[in-house]
């Protein structure tokens, strides 16, 4: 099971920091994605970290302002949020894939999904 936590109320160009903690002990062989949705759309890809924490990759639109690392003694996975926009705002979902390629690109065949936490951006 996943559990999404740290989202909340900040104005544009704050930052905040999105946890995700794991149960289980076979977290450290997963990779991490993390989406978000907005209200009237459809969810999407924010980034991904493999099993190592070695590599990432982002989507364009969060790209140079997120950082997402991973801390696999503690089971949980990060998602620092920097210069925050108000099309930022949206609910943020993490998931766990077999490989980053699954996570990032066949997002509906991830099975194991946080709750969500809701981020809003105040402009």
């Known amino acids: 099971q996943l559990q999404a936590s740290g989202g909340g109320l900040v104005q544009a160009g704050g930052s905040l920091r999105l946890s995700c903690a794991a149960s289980g002990r076979t977290f450290s062989t997963y990779a991490m994605g993390w989406f978000r949705q907005a209200p009237g759309k459809e969810r999407e890809f924010v980034g991904a970290?493999?099993?190592?924490?070695?590599?990432?990759y982002y989507a364009d639109s969060v790209k140079d302002r997120f950082t997402i690392s991973r801390d696999n003694a503690k089971n949980t996975v990060y998602l620092q949020m920097n210069s925050l926009k108000p099309e930022d705002t949206a609910v943020y979902y993490c998931?766990?894939?077999?490989?980053?390629?699954?996570?990032?690109?066949?997002?509906?065949?991830?099975?194991?999904w946080g709750q969500g936490t809701l981020v809003t951006v105040s402009s």
């Open positions: 970290i493999d099993w190592s924490g070695g590599n990432t």
């Open positions: 998931a766990a894939g077999s490989s980053m390629l699954v996570v990032i690109t066949r997002p509906h065949a991830l099975d194991v």
